[in-house]
């Protein structure tokens, strides 16, 4: 069964840091290209950054270059977010995203909320 679980979200400063986790279950991560998105309220889900299965190719969106970071460890089967600097419009719940191959479908997972407050 696939499954892909978030974890890490929480209420931290403007200027701190958390790292977020997705979890990977049910399918080998090292076959797939990995994306969180966010969405927050209001708002539509954006992609914030990707990572590809094949060399390790990065994309970020504008908003998060220098302050937010994506890694993948093939063999605990998880996805890290990092994320420092983090200013109040990066408020939202985080996504972590197995994206689509020609032969599989992508999947979602259910979500973590980042919340950014003094």
């Known amino acids: 069964q696939v499954q892909v679980v978030e974890s890490g979200g929480g209420l931290v400063q403007p200027g701190g840091s958390l790292r977020l986790s997705c979890a990977a279950a049910?399918?080998?991560?090292?076959?797939?290209?990995m994306s969180w998105y966010r969405q927050a309220p209001g708002k539509e889900r954006e992609l914030v950054a990707r990572?590809?299965?094949?060399?390790?190719?990065?994309y970020y969106a504008d908003s998060v270059k220098g302050r937010f970071t994506i890694s993948r460890d093939n063999a605990k089967n998880t996805v890290y977010l990092q994320m420092h600097s983090l200013k109040l419009e990066d408020t939202a719940v985080y996504y972590c995203?197995?994206?689509?191959?020609?032969?599989?479908?992508?999947?979602w997972g259910q979500g973590t909320q980042v919340t950014v407050s003094s």
């Open positions: 995203k197995r994206e689509p191959t020609p032969f599989r479908n992508g999947y």
């Open positions: 049910g399918f080998n991560l090292a076959d797939y290209a």
């Open positions: 990572i590809s299965n094949f060399r390790g190719g990065f």
